[in-house]
């Protein structure tokens, strides 16, 4: 006997209450255990094609589908709910690409629609033109031709949660100017297993023992990562001439893609050694616990790819290559650059200055001499220095690098050097392979690194990200750094986590395209989200007070709904403003809700987000506007605080509440 799960069965899970869900999984472990169901009380739900219900307390029951062997997971719900579920569904393999669907069945469908109103004109059409064919290619069921030529802008997102996914992200993209060619589906051999296709394997999955059927239940389904639409597909398992990067929005799966990446390339050669890796700790952590759930019943497998974060990886490196080393802090260099400018160094130049230029030029690109510091290209930071000030500010860092050294200390950009160094010498590197999450805020250091740790390797480098969301530090040539991926990139444009209300207001605050410094360019134009939902709202109040009462209201209704706590954020710009958080999260009497930064809720993802103190004199910063010195690096700082923001809009998937006191932050205005 096979047990097998579905998407739709953690969906619905994932709405029940805490109690319901812990009995939920007990009867789940006993079907793992006995998928025949004896000792429970199993019954077939009657007009439907296979479908049978499971009693899980009075009111609750699981829907399986059997067929054959199979027992399939489908649904759970409260007694009425589920059984009108089964029976509008039907479970078959698409005649013509061979991948097992859900099929809503129209005619039930439509008597339940029969009291929709009727429209006073007629409506434009969108998929008219389009034929059988066509239709069939992208996995459209045949029963529902005729409804999608019926199509208008008025039920677009009424039809397309009635269809399988691919057909809905395939005609999604159409309505939005894209080419239904492009998503033409994996077309199965004769008499191949249905579920094996790739779009079936984003629905269903076989559950090889309790141990990955508790890790399955107790992860939401999307940490599953394991069902990729074939574009996602495509990247993930290609053989690379060289360094690849994977591009796209927030939301359109660069992470799965970076995942799946990892454990294809272990699992095509045994003697690999994969490094996974992203630019913080908890991040790692998060793709540490999705490798763990789709590698479960590959321990061995699992074994040979290394999730950490790239400083932890570079820490552990050169420990076992240098020994321990002790970092410098942010403060023990403003401290040098003050004992420099008490010594009388750097005349004209503030101490804020200094530190930034030190961060984001020399220390970054590892100058050793004034010379270098002169012909630096200042991509990013364009205030040009005279030649008298630039000797005045060389003094202060030549001043503080032999500060460092008497201490013993290394900054970040310097371990790297190191390690880049010993690489050059011909120094192995432990791993034959690197994948790399949210790489558009490595760092000079780190990417010439990365770049010295892959050569030679056609496919020893992988990297995921989005220029859009570069928020950490100046863009720089990644080229000109010894990772070319002209030719190699490939832009995802499917969002599965954000609502197309919230993707689209959120894509508002930034261009249409970002070109990186290689000339390469990452258009977001015809990126579609696959769900609707409700407009983010907009409040702006009249002071602190009335801004945290209309944000405790939204978050009990959040609560209300359903969410749980953990599901719902309250991001703000800057710590000075996480106390006007606290108390909005006091009003709704659950200080269970997710408190953070915009830049540390970076790779998050929550059902609703409150995105707080949008103030004028909050976003953009006052004080990293204070410290600019021309115009150009004005328009860097812009730009950044706008990606920071653009960053705290899509962690929200289904809500967003964007607050402030009047009049608002000046990017607010785009988006309304």
């Known amino acids: 006997m096979t047990l097998l799960y579905a998407s739709t069965f953690q969906a619905a899970l994932g709405r029940l209450t805490a109690q319901e869900q812990k009995q939920v999984k007990v009867t789940t472990f006993d079907l793992m255990l006995d998928p025949r169901g004896n000792g429970l009380q199993m019954h077939r739900i009657e007009k439907t094609d296979g479908f049978w219900s499971v009693r899980v307390s009075q009111d609750l029951r699981i829907i399986l589908h059997k067929a054959g062997d199979a027992t399939l997971l489908a649904y759970v719900d409260h007694h009425d709910a589920a059984y009108r579920w089964a029976e509008r569904r039907r479970l078959v393999p698409h005649e013509r690409t061979g991948a097992m669907q859900f099929v809503e069945i129209r005619e039930v469908v439509e008597e339940e629609r029969v009291s929709a109103p009727v429209r006073m004109a007629p409506a434009r059409r969108l998929f008219a033109a389009l034929t059988d064919d066509q239709l069939l290619d992208v996995g459209v069921p045949r029963e529902w031709l005729a409804a999608v030529r019926e199509t208008t802008e008025d039920d677009l997102f009424t039809l397309l949660e009635a269809l399988p996914a691919e057909a809905s992200e395939a005609l999604l993209d159409y309505a939005a100017g894209g080419r239904i060619e492009d998503h033409v589906a994996f077309m199965a051999l004769p008499h191949a297993d249905p579920f094996a296709h790739p779009d079936a394997q984003r629905r269903f999955r076989a559950v090889d023992g309790v141990e990955e059927l508790r890790a399955a239940l107790d992860a939401p389904f999307e940490q599953w990562a394991v069902f990729l639409h074939p574009t996602q597909r495509a990247p993930v398992e290609r053989r690379w001439s060289g360094p690849v990067r994977v591009s796209g929005s927030a939301g359109t799966g660069k992470t799965i893609v970076a995942l799946h990446r990892a454990v294809h390339l272990a699992r095509r050669n045994a003697d690999a050694s994969v490094l996974l890796t992203t630019f913080s700790d908890s991040l790692a952590a998060a793709l540490a616990a999705k490798v763990e759930i789709l590698t479960a019943a590959e ?374």
């Open 299 to 672: 321990p061995a497998l699992r074994a040979r790819i290394a999730v950490r974060a790239l400083d932890r990886a570079a820490l552990e490196i050169h420990e076992r290559a240098f020994g321990p080393a002790t970092l410098a802090s942010a403060d023990q260099i403003r401290a040098a650059i003050k004992a420099a400018k008490d010594e009388g160094l750097g005349a004209g130049l503030t101490p804020e200055f200094l530190f930034e230029e030190w961060e984001e030029v020399v220390d970054a690109w590892a100058l050793a001499d004034e010379e270098s510091y002169a012909t630096v290209p200042r991509l990013g930071r364009k205030t040009r220095l005279g030649a008298k000030q630039r000797a005045e500010a060389w003094a202060v860092f030549a001043f503080l690098r032999a500060r460092l050294a008497e201490q013993a200390l290394l900054t970040w950009p310097a371990l790297y050097g190191r390690l880049t160094d010993r690489l050059a010498g011909g120094s192995p590197f432990p791993y034959t392979h690197i994948v790399v999450d949210e790489a558009q805020d490595l760092t000079v250091a780190q990417a010439r690194f990365l770049a010295a740790a892959g050569q030679g390797g056609a496919e020893a480098l992988f990297f995921a990200g989005d220029l859009g969301q570069r928020i950490f530090h100046l863009p720089f040539s990644w080229a000109r750094l010894g990772i070319d991926i002209r030719g190699r990139s490939q832009t995802l444009k499917v969002c599965y986590r954000t609502s197309h209300q919230i993707r689209t207001a959120a894509d508002r605050l930034l261009p249409s395209a970002i070109a990186d410094l290689d000339g390469i360019e990452e258009g977001r134009r015809g990126t579609v989200s696959v769900f609707d939902g409700p407009p983010p709202e907009i409040a702006l109040a009249e002071d602190e007070a009335e801004e945290t009462a209309r944000v405790a209201g939204f978050l009990r209704g959040c609560l209300e709904s359903g969410m749980r706590p953990g599901e719902i954020g309250v991001l703000v710009r800057g710590p000075g403003q996480l106390d006007r958080a606290r108390a909005a999260a006091e009003g709704a009497g659950e200080p269970g809700v997710v408190i953070a930064t915009m830049h540390d809720a970076k790779g998050l993802e929550f059902r609703a987000v409150a995105v707080m103190a949008c103030d004028e004199d909050v976003i953009p910063d006052p004080a990293r506007l204070a410290a600019v010195g021309d115009s150009a690096d004005l328009e860097a700082v812009h730009d950044t605080e706008r990606h920071l923001l653009y960053v705290a809009f899509t962690r929200a998937r289904d809500r967003l509440l964007v607050s402030g006191l009047k009049p608002g932050s000046e990017f607010i205005d785009d988006v309304k």
